[in-house]
Protein backbone atom coordinates (compact mmCIF):
# COMPACT_ATOMS: atom_id res chain seq x y z
CA UNK A 1 0.00 0.00 0.00
CA UNK A 2 1.34 3.68 -0.96
CA UNK A 3 1.92 5.83 1.72
CA UNK A 4 -0.38 9.49 1.12
CA UNK A 5 1.02 12.56 2.30
CA UNK A 6 -2.44 12.29 5.32
CA UNK A 7 -0.18 8.77 6.36
CA UNK A 8 3.03 10.60 7.02
CA UNK A 9 1.66 12.93 8.81
CA UNK A 10 -0.31 10.49 10.87
CA UNK A 11 -3.67 11.95 10.57
CA UNK A 12 -6.83 10.82 8.97
CA UNK A 13 -8.06 11.97 5.22
CA UNK A 14 -9.98 14.89 4.76
CA UNK A 15 -8.75 16.67 8.37
CA UNK A 16 -9.08 20.47 8.43
CA UNK A 17 -5.88 22.80 7.38
CA UNK A 18 -5.42 23.38 11.49
CA UNK A 19 -5.18 19.35 12.20
CA UNK A 20 -2.93 19.26 9.15
CA UNK A 21 -0.77 22.12 10.69
CA UNK A 22 -1.02 20.66 14.29
CA UNK A 23 0.20 17.78 12.86
CA UNK A 24 3.04 18.99 11.16
CA UNK A 25 4.19 21.12 14.07
CA UNK A 26 4.06 17.99 17.00
CA UNK A 27 6.26 15.92 14.30
CA UNK A 28 8.66 18.70 12.97
CA UNK A 29 9.28 18.78 17.27
CA UNK A 30 10.14 15.10 16.83
CA UNK A 31 12.20 14.58 14.06
CA UNK A 32 13.93 18.19 13.65
CA UNK A 33 17.39 17.54 13.41
CA UNK A 34 17.82 20.61 15.70
CA UNK A 35 15.83 18.62 18.70
CA UNK A 36 18.16 15.50 17.24
CA UNK A 37 15.71 14.01 14.81
CA UNK A 38 16.39 12.25 11.85
CA UNK A 39 16.71 14.83 8.89
CA UNK A 40 15.45 12.83 6.12
CA UNK A 41 12.41 11.60 8.30
CA UNK A 42 12.13 15.29 8.56
CA UNK A 43 12.23 16.52 5.33
CA UNK A 44 9.69 13.86 4.11
CA UNK A 45 7.48 15.44 6.66
CA UNK A 46 7.64 18.86 5.68
CA UNK A 47 7.15 18.18 1.99
CA UNK A 48 4.10 16.22 2.61
CA UNK A 49 2.52 19.19 4.69
CA UNK A 50 3.68 21.55 1.86
CA UNK A 51 1.91 18.80 -0.12
CA UNK A 52 -1.37 19.02 1.19
CA UNK A 53 -1.46 22.56 1.64
CA UNK A 54 -2.19 22.81 -2.27
CA UNK A 55 -4.55 19.44 -2.10
CA UNK A 56 -1.98 17.13 -3.33
CA UNK A 57 -2.63 13.89 -1.60
CA UNK A 58 0.32 11.73 -2.93
CA UNK A 59 4.15 12.01 -2.80
CA UNK A 60 5.69 12.00 -6.27
CA UNK A 61 7.16 8.35 -6.81
CA UNK A 62 10.96 8.57 -8.42
CA UNK A 63 9.30 8.38 -11.88
CA UNK A 64 7.18 11.34 -11.78
CA UNK A 65 10.68 13.35 -9.86
CA UNK A 66 12.39 12.25 -13.52
CA UNK A 67 9.32 13.42 -15.44
CA UNK A 68 8.44 16.94 -13.76
CA UNK A 69 11.94 17.65 -13.81
CA UNK A 70 13.52 21.00 -14.95
CA UNK A 71 14.92 20.14 -17.92
CA UNK A 72 14.71 16.18 -19.65
CA UNK A 73 17.69 14.18 -20.85
CA UNK A 74 17.94 11.84 -23.31
CA UNK A 75 21.01 9.91 -25.33
CA UNK A 76 19.53 11.79 -28.68
CA UNK A 77 19.85 15.15 -28.63
CA UNK A 78 16.89 15.61 -31.44
CA UNK A 79 14.66 14.18 -28.66
CA UNK A 80 16.41 16.06 -25.42
CA UNK A 81 15.31 19.33 -27.65
CA UNK A 82 11.89 18.69 -28.44
CA UNK A 83 11.08 18.14 -25.46
CA UNK A 84 12.58 20.96 -23.92
CA UNK A 85 10.87 22.91 -26.37
CA UNK A 86 7.91 21.79 -25.87
CA UNK A 87 8.78 22.37 -21.59
CA UNK A 88 9.53 25.99 -22.50
CA UNK A 89 6.63 26.82 -24.65
CA UNK A 90 4.25 25.76 -22.29
CA UNK A 91 5.21 26.93 -19.16
CA UNK A 92 6.04 29.97 -20.37
CA UNK A 93 2.79 30.90 -22.02
CA UNK A 94 1.58 29.55 -18.06
CA UNK A 95 3.80 32.26 -16.41
CA UNK A 96 2.97 34.79 -18.74
CA UNK A 97 -0.96 34.48 -17.14
CA UNK A 98 0.89 34.46 -13.57
CA UNK A 99 3.03 37.61 -14.33
CA UNK A 100 -0.55 39.61 -15.36
CA UNK A 101 -2.34 38.17 -12.33
CA UNK A 102 0.01 39.11 -9.46
CA UNK A 103 0.43 42.67 -10.69
CA UNK A 104 -3.16 43.01 -10.81
CA UNK A 105 -3.38 41.39 -7.54
CA UNK A 106 -0.60 44.27 -6.87
CA UNK A 107 -2.89 46.99 -8.27
CA UNK A 108 -5.91 46.23 -5.80
CA UNK A 109 -3.38 45.46 -2.85
CA UNK A 110 -5.13 42.16 -2.89
CA UNK A 111 -3.80 38.40 -1.70
CA UNK A 112 -5.04 35.69 -3.23
CA UNK A 113 -3.24 32.05 -3.75
CA UNK A 114 -3.04 30.15 -7.28
CA UNK A 115 -1.51 27.22 -9.29
CA UNK A 116 0.45 27.57 -12.34
CA UNK A 117 1.97 25.10 -14.90
CA UNK A 118 0.63 21.45 -15.69
CA UNK A 119 0.34 18.31 -13.57
CA UNK A 120 2.41 17.11 -16.47
CA UNK A 121 5.44 19.53 -16.14
CA UNK A 122 5.18 20.48 -12.77
CA UNK A 123 3.10 23.08 -10.91
CA UNK A 124 4.13 26.03 -9.18
CA UNK A 125 1.92 27.71 -6.15
CA UNK A 126 2.19 31.64 -6.15
CA UNK A 127 0.37 33.79 -3.28
CA UNK A 128 0.54 37.23 -3.45
CA UNK A 129 0.40 38.05 0.86
CA UNK A 130 -0.80 41.11 2.21
CA UNK A 131 2.78 42.49 2.83
CA UNK A 132 3.10 42.72 -0.49
CA UNK A 133 5.49 39.81 -0.83
CA UNK A 134 5.18 37.37 -3.53
CA UNK A 135 5.37 33.65 -2.27
CA UNK A 136 6.49 30.85 -4.94
CA UNK A 137 6.41 27.26 -3.77
CA UNK A 138 7.95 25.03 -6.60
CA UNK A 139 10.67 24.96 -9.34
CA UNK A 140 10.59 27.70 -12.05
CA UNK A 141 11.43 26.07 -14.73
CA UNK A 142 11.03 28.54 -17.76
CA UNK A 143 9.48 31.83 -18.89
CA UNK A 144 9.69 35.40 -17.38
CA UNK A 145 7.99 36.97 -14.48
CA UNK A 146 8.19 40.76 -13.52
CA UNK A 147 7.05 41.62 -9.96
CA UNK A 148 7.17 44.79 -8.17
CA UNK A 149 8.00 43.86 -4.89
CA UNK A 150 9.75 41.12 -3.07
CA UNK A 151 9.73 37.57 -3.68
CA UNK A 152 9.90 34.14 -1.24
CA UNK A 153 11.21 31.74 -3.19
CA UNK A 154 10.76 27.55 -1.85
CA UNK A 155 12.11 26.04 -4.65
CA UNK A 156 14.91 25.88 -7.54
CA UNK A 157 15.12 27.63 -10.61
CA UNK A 158 16.48 26.97 -14.03
CA UNK A 159 16.13 27.46 -18.07
CA UNK A 160 15.10 25.16 -20.46
CA UNK A 161 17.98 23.57 -22.69
CA UNK A 162 18.42 24.02 -26.02
CA UNK A 163 16.39 26.93 -26.82
CA UNK A 164 16.20 30.13 -25.70
CA UNK A 165 13.47 31.53 -26.47
CA UNK A 166 11.47 30.39 -23.38
CA UNK A 167 14.60 31.47 -21.06
CA UNK A 168 13.81 32.28 -17.32
CA UNK A 169 14.14 35.44 -16.73
CA UNK A 170 13.30 36.89 -13.17
CA UNK A 171 13.18 40.42 -12.44
CA UNK A 172 11.87 41.92 -9.10
CA UNK A 173 11.81 46.30 -9.77
CA UNK A 174 11.81 46.80 -5.90
CA UNK A 175 12.66 44.58 -2.80
CA UNK A 176 14.40 41.10 -2.14
CA UNK A 177 14.70 38.22 -3.46
CA UNK A 178 14.83 35.40 -1.32
CA UNK A 179 15.10 31.34 -0.84
CA UNK A 180 13.91 30.04 2.19
CA UNK A 181 16.70 28.10 3.94
CA UNK A 182 18.63 27.49 0.45
CA UNK A 183 21.12 25.53 2.02
CA UNK A 184 19.18 22.93 3.88
CA UNK A 185 16.43 22.94 1.56
CA UNK A 186 19.41 22.63 -1.52
CA UNK A 187 17.62 25.20 -3.46
CA UNK A 188 19.73 26.17 -6.47
CA UNK A 189 20.13 28.46 -9.54
CA UNK A 190 20.93 26.91 -12.89
CA UNK A 191 20.88 26.28 -16.61
CA UNK A 192 21.21 29.57 -17.67
CA UNK A 193 18.08 31.16 -15.57
CA UNK A 194 18.67 35.06 -14.99
CA UNK A 195 17.70 37.25 -12.38
CA UNK A 196 17.66 41.06 -11.64
CA UNK A 197 16.87 42.73 -8.46
CA UNK A 198 17.05 46.77 -9.21
CA UNK A 199 17.05 48.18 -5.69
CA UNK A 200 17.82 45.12 -3.41
CA UNK A 201 19.07 41.92 -2.18
CA UNK A 202 19.51 38.77 -3.74
CA UNK A 203 19.83 35.86 -0.90
CA UNK A 204 20.34 32.26 -2.52
CA UNK A 205 22.12 28.78 -2.15
CA UNK A 206 24.84 27.13 -5.01
CA UNK A 207 24.30 28.59 -8.60
CA UNK A 208 25.67 26.56 -11.63
CA UNK A 209 25.90 27.76 -15.16
CA UNK A 210 25.89 25.20 -18.26
CA UNK A 211 28.28 24.43 -20.95
CA UNK A 212 28.69 21.57 -23.48
CA UNK A 213 29.82 20.63 -26.66
CA UNK A 214 27.33 19.88 -29.77
CA UNK A 215 28.70 18.19 -33.06
CA UNK A 216 30.07 20.31 -35.65
CA UNK A 217 26.98 21.59 -38.05
CA UNK A 218 28.93 20.90 -40.68
CA UNK A 219 29.50 17.24 -39.91
CA UNK A 220 32.94 17.02 -39.76
CA UNK A 221 33.91 14.31 -37.65
CA UNK A 222 36.02 15.02 -34.56
CA UNK A 223 34.55 18.61 -34.45
CA UNK A 224 32.63 19.81 -31.70
CA UNK A 225 31.44 23.53 -31.10
CA UNK A 226 31.49 24.62 -27.27
CA UNK A 227 27.30 26.29 -26.15
CA UNK A 228 27.08 28.13 -23.24
CA UNK A 229 24.09 28.69 -20.56
CA UNK A 230 25.46 31.10 -18.64
CA UNK A 231 23.74 32.04 -15.26
CA UNK A 232 23.39 35.75 -14.61
CA UNK A 233 22.02 37.38 -10.90
CA UNK A 234 22.09 41.45 -10.56
CA UNK A 235 21.74 43.20 -8.15
CA UNK A 236 23.76 46.36 -8.37
CA UNK A 237 22.29 48.14 -5.70
CA UNK A 238 22.35 45.61 -3.62
CA UNK A 239 23.94 42.32 -1.91
CA UNK A 240 24.10 39.04 -3.25
CA UNK A 241 24.58 36.28 -0.80
CA UNK A 242 25.58 32.65 -2.16
CA UNK A 243 26.82 29.22 -1.68
CA UNK A 244 29.13 27.90 -4.28
CA UNK A 245 29.31 29.68 -7.45
CA UNK A 246 30.36 27.05 -10.08
CA UNK A 247 30.65 26.70 -14.32
CA UNK A 248 29.47 29.55 -16.14
CA UNK A 249 27.90 32.14 -14.04
CA UNK A 250 27.81 36.16 -14.00
CA UNK A 251 26.87 37.90 -10.70
CA UNK A 252 26.84 41.42 -10.63
CA UNK A 253 26.31 43.41 -7.12
CA UNK A 254 27.60 46.09 -5.04
CA UNK A 255 28.70 43.38 -2.56
CA UNK A 256 28.79 39.84 -3.26
CA UNK A 257 29.47 37.40 -0.33
CA UNK A 258 30.27 33.40 -1.50
CA UNK A 259 31.34 30.61 -0.53
CA UNK A 260 33.47 29.21 -3.33
CA UNK A 261 34.06 30.38 -6.94
CA UNK A 262 35.16 27.84 -9.68
CA UNK A 263 35.60 27.37 -13.75
CA UNK A 264 34.45 30.59 -15.64
CA UNK A 265 32.48 32.60 -13.07
CA UNK A 266 32.78 36.32 -13.33
CA UNK A 267 32.18 38.54 -10.58
CA UNK A 268 31.23 42.31 -10.22
CA UNK A 269 31.29 44.27 -6.99
CA UNK A 270 32.24 47.08 -5.39
CA UNK A 271 32.91 44.39 -2.01
CA UNK A 272 33.34 40.92 -2.47
CA UNK A 273 33.54 38.64 0.60
CA UNK A 274 35.30 35.49 0.45
CA UNK A 275 34.15 32.72 2.71
CA UNK A 276 35.72 29.47 1.11
CA UNK A 277 38.91 28.41 0.17
CA UNK A 278 38.41 28.44 -3.90
CA UNK A 279 38.92 30.77 -6.33
CA UNK A 280 39.65 28.67 -9.54
CA UNK A 281 40.11 27.55 -13.22
CA UNK A 282 39.27 30.89 -15.31
CA UNK A 283 37.31 33.24 -13.24
CA UNK A 284 37.34 37.37 -13.52
CA UNK A 285 36.57 39.45 -10.96
CA UNK A 286 35.74 42.84 -11.90
CA UNK A 287 36.38 45.30 -8.87
CA UNK A 288 34.93 48.94 -8.98
CA UNK A 289 36.92 51.60 -7.67
CA UNK A 290 37.57 52.32 -3.97
CA UNK A 291 36.41 48.31 -3.23
CA UNK A 292 38.33 45.49 -1.83
CA UNK A 293 38.45 41.73 -1.87
CA UNK A 294 38.07 40.26 1.65
CA UNK A 295 39.75 36.29 1.98
CA UNK A 296 38.16 35.06 5.44
CA UNK A 297 38.99 30.71 5.13
CA UNK A 298 42.36 29.48 6.49
CA UNK A 299 44.30 29.59 3.11
CA UNK A 300 47.47 31.67 2.00
CA UNK A 301 46.57 33.34 -1.25
CA UNK A 302 49.19 30.63 -2.86
CA UNK A 303 46.44 28.87 -2.69
CA UNK A 304 44.19 30.46 -5.33
CA UNK A 305 44.10 29.33 -9.18
CA UNK A 306 47.07 31.39 -10.59
CA UNK A 307 44.48 31.77 -14.03
CA UNK A 308 41.86 33.96 -12.41
CA UNK A 309 42.26 37.32 -13.14
CA UNK A 310 41.02 40.49 -11.04
CA UNK A 311 40.12 43.65 -13.51
CA UNK A 312 40.01 47.21 -12.09
CA UNK A 313 37.42 49.85 -12.97
CA UNK A 314 39.95 51.45 -15.10
CA UNK A 315 40.86 48.22 -17.52
CA UNK A 316 43.53 47.33 -15.38
CA UNK A 317 44.20 43.71 -15.44
CA UNK A 318 46.24 41.77 -12.62
CA UNK A 319 46.73 37.86 -12.89
CA UNK A 320 46.10 35.79 -9.18
CA UNK A 321 49.65 34.20 -10.87
CA UNK A 322 51.43 37.60 -10.32
CA UNK A 323 50.29 38.27 -6.80
CA UNK A 324 51.08 34.21 -5.95
CA UNK A 325 54.30 35.22 -7.29
CA UNK A 326 54.76 37.65 -4.50
CA UNK A 327 53.76 37.78 -1.10
CA UNK A 328 51.17 40.08 -0.17
CA UNK A 329 53.67 41.68 2.54
CA UNK A 330 56.28 42.21 -0.38
CA UNK A 331 53.84 43.66 -2.94
CA UNK A 332 52.96 45.95 0.55
CA UNK A 333 56.62 46.74 0.49
CA UNK A 334 57.79 47.45 -3.13
CA UNK A 335 54.51 49.13 -4.10
CA UNK A 336 52.20 50.84 -1.55
CA UNK A 337 53.22 54.48 -1.51
CA UNK A 338 52.56 55.91 2.29
CA UNK A 339 51.65 55.16 5.73
CA UNK A 340 47.66 55.54 5.32
CA UNK A 341 47.49 53.59 1.83
CA UNK A 342 49.60 50.75 3.22
CA UNK A 343 47.06 50.73 6.94
CA UNK A 344 44.16 50.32 4.80
CA UNK A 345 45.25 48.71 1.76
CA UNK A 346 46.61 45.43 3.27
CA UNK A 347 45.60 43.83 6.46
CA UNK A 348 45.42 40.07 7.75
CA UNK A 349 43.14 39.14 10.59
CA UNK A 350 43.51 35.68 12.01
CA UNK A 351 44.22 33.61 8.99
CA UNK A 352 42.36 35.80 6.12
CA UNK A 353 43.61 38.78 4.32
CA UNK A 354 42.62 41.64 2.46
CA UNK A 355 42.75 43.42 -0.85
CA UNK A 356 41.92 46.80 -2.16
CA UNK A 357 41.38 48.11 -5.19
CA UNK A 358 44.13 50.85 -4.34
CA UNK A 359 46.64 48.60 -3.57
CA UNK A 360 46.05 46.79 -6.90
CA UNK A 361 45.94 50.06 -8.96
CA UNK A 362 49.64 50.83 -7.22
CA UNK A 363 51.32 47.55 -8.27
CA UNK A 364 52.49 49.26 -11.76
CA UNK A 365 53.63 52.29 -9.42
CA UNK A 366 57.07 51.74 -8.69
CA UNK A 367 58.71 53.75 -5.52
CA UNK A 368 61.77 55.44 -6.31
CA UNK A 369 64.94 53.73 -3.96
CA UNK A 370 64.95 56.18 -1.45
CA UNK A 371 61.28 56.13 -1.05
CA UNK A 372 61.34 52.56 -0.73
CA UNK A 373 63.95 52.65 1.80
CA UNK A 374 61.54 54.75 3.63
CA UNK A 375 59.15 53.02 3.70
CA UNK A 376 60.83 49.82 4.50
CA UNK A 377 62.71 50.79 7.23
CA UNK A 378 59.30 52.24 8.73
CA UNK A 379 56.56 50.41 8.40
CA UNK A 380 56.34 46.48 9.13
CA UNK A 381 53.74 43.86 8.04
CA UNK A 382 52.75 41.66 10.90
CA UNK A 383 50.55 38.88 11.07
CA UNK A 384 47.26 39.06 13.86
Do not use: C
Not at 3 to 20: P, R
Amino acid sequence: MIENNYDILGIVEGSTDKEIRDAFRRLALQFHSDRGGENEQFIKIKQAYEDLKIGKKYPETDIEKIKNSKVYSSDNEDDVRRKNQILGQQISKEMKTAEEWVAALNRSNSTATRLFGSKTLGEIELERKANGALSIKGNFMAGSLTYDGPIIMQGSITSPSWTQEFKTNIHLTKGDFKFIDPLENKYKIENGANIIVDNGNVVVGNIFGRKYRVEDPDGRVGVYQVQEHRTHISALNGKIIAENIVNTVSLEADTIIVLNIEDDVKITAREILFYGGKLTYDSTIELKQGGSIRFFENFSIQGLSGDAIIKLENGKKIRLFDLKTKKIKDLADEFVPNKEIYAKDVTLVGHGFTITYDMLDNLSKKPNKKQKRNWTSKFRFSKN
